[in-house]
T-cell receptor, first 117, second 110 residues
Framework: ETGVTQSPTHLIKTRGQQVTLRCSSQSGHNTVSWYQQALGQGPQFIFQYYREEENGRGNFPPRFSGLQFPNYSSELNVNALELDDSALYLC????????????????FGPGTRLTVL | AQSVTQLGSHVSVSEGALVLLRCNYSSSVPPYLFWYVQYPNQGLQLLLKYTTGATLVKGINGFEAEFKKSETSFHLTKPSAHMSDAAEYFCAINFNKFYFGSGTKLNVKP
């Protein structure tokens, strides 16, 4: 069973640029969530996709956008990068079984470290 | 509103000593609670979770946590610390989305 993978591992961009981060879900999972983890802080929820549709969003501006593909892989796109976007971006996949979904365990990838100069 | 508070950003114990990492939550509905561990430069790994049923939950690597509704707590414990337990630990509550605490870094002294 393949776990959650993310690419690239590290990325350096300059302010104002755009970036795309990629995530491959664990086999059989239908839900993917993205988190931003700034240095010294806990992960902050960006958004979640369930069966290719956005299924919840945290307190992030519209320049953070995403996609989920039919094979349940996902992309996180960030436009007009700002210095404060420097962080570890984590992707997590889960198998949502319906209902409130809160009991579903999320399995995390190793993350992409984004540095904005 | 849902939130998680972890008391103590850094905890230091000696090898073989009891590990106690504190987590308090706020939730308007019965919570689903999780503990994750993060090793340097890695993603988060699930230690244990509470959904329903037995309030004492056992996880991997000898960790366990007890859900106490009256105290709105979900503290993580391990009877005897090992050097390999040094990592950062995150408590989280899940209500449609995960809310993580700010984390506790555990240092284990030889």
């Amino acid at each position: 069973e393949t776990g959650v993978t993310q690419s690239p591992t590290h990325l350096i961009k300059t302010r104002g640029q755009q970036v795309t981060l990629r995530c491959s879900s664990q086999s059989g999972h239908n839900t993917v969530s993205w988190y931003q983890q700034a240095l010294g802080q806990g992960p902050q929820f960006i958004f979640q996709y369930y069966r290719e549709e956005e299924n919840g969003r945290g307190n992030f501006p519209p320049r953070f956008s995403g996609l989920q593909f039919p094979n349940y892989s996902s992309e996180l796109n960030v436009n007009a990068l700002e210095l404060d976007d420097s962080a570890l971006y984590l992707c997590a996949s889960s198998l949502t079984s319906g209902g409130r979904g809160g009991a579903d365990t999320q399995y995390f990838g190793p993350g992409t470290r984004l540095t904005v100069l | 509103a849902q939130s998680v508070t972890q008391l103590g950003s850094h905890v230091s114990v000696s090898e073989g000593a009891l590990v106690l990492l504190r987590c308090n939550y706020s939730s308007s509905v019965p919570p689903y609670l999780f503990w994750y561990v993060q090793y340097p430069n890695q993603g988060l790994q699930l230690l244990l979770k509470y959904t329903t049923g037995a309030t004492l939950v056992k996880g991997i690597n000898g960790f366990e946590a007890e859900f106490k509704k009256s105290e709105t707590s979900f503290h993580l414990t391990k009877p005897s610390a090992h050097m390999s337990d040094a990592a950062e630990y995150f408590c989280a509550i899940n209500f449609n989305k995960f809310y993580f605490g700010s984390g506790t870094k555990l240092n284990v002294k030889p």
